[in-house]
């Protein structure tokens, strides 16, 4: 989830240079370019990454059903696809 990103974002965009500097409203505007490219990029990763779990597993299972999509059915999905 994205939640609570706003403050911590709002801080970084707030934030300058030095160490002992005051923020200074949108003082880092970059820090905008930074975080929706991490959003971005960040959760395309983590869904891909998700997706491809599944896909794996499903290939094992696939395979070890010697390549069957059959273990997957229920026996009347099964009379149906066989009289296809």
Do not use: C, H
């Not at 934030?15 to 880092?28: I, L, T, V």
């Not at 599944?54 to 696939?62: A, G, L, M």
């Not at 390549?67 to 009289?83: H, I, P, R």
């Amino acid at each position: 989830t994205f939640k609570g990103w706003t403050d911590i974002m709002d801080n970084a965009i707030d934030s300058r240079g030095g160490k002992e500097d005051q923020p200074e409203y949108e003082a880092n505007i970059y820090m905008y370019l930074y975080f929706v490219f991490f959003i971005i990029f960040g959760s395309f990763l983590t869904l891909n990454l998700f997706i491809g779990v599944i896909i794996d597993n499903f290939n094992e299972q696939k395979k070890k059903a010697g390549g069957s999509l059959e273990m997957f059915m229920t026996e009347d999905q099964k009379k149906y696809y066989n009289a296809m």
